[in-house]
């Protein structure tokens, strides 16, 4: 990943260098046939959205603008960026209560 890479996820998602390098390390890790995309059979690995109601909607959320039925890292940490928690002091589009919303 490079610092150019980082620095436009930083600036459109508001996410700090370090989680970004740790939502990166998750990423390669659900990546299982490191193509460096993720289908909807990597996310239902996760044990957690198995067993969730709703996690079968929250995969769809990463998908709902997907031509390809596949996620790239970059879509993956803006699909993120909008359950990060709101500071009223500071705007982010992707996080706002519309967005959330909708």
């Known amino acids: 990943m490079t610092s150019w890479f980082?620095?436009?996820?930083?600036?459109?998602?508001l996410i700090l260098p370090s989680q970004i390098e740790r939502l990166y390390s998750r990423f390669t890790s659900l990546d299982k046939g490191d193509n460096g995309s993720l289908a909807r059979e990597d996310f239902l690995r996760i044990?957690?959205?198995a067993i969730n109601p709703l996690g079968d909607r929250i995969v769809h959320a990463f998908f709902k603008e997907s031509q390809d039925d596949r996620v790239n890292f970059r879509q993956f940490v803006r699909i993120l960026a909008?359950?990060?928690?709101?500071?009223?002091t500071q705007e982010n589009k992707l996080n706002s209560r519309e967005e959330k919303l909708r």
């Open 6 to 13: 980082i620095r436009i996820i930083i600036t459109h998602c």
């Open 47 to 49: 044990p957690e959205l």
């Open 82 to 88: 909008h359950f990060r928690p709101m500071k009223r």
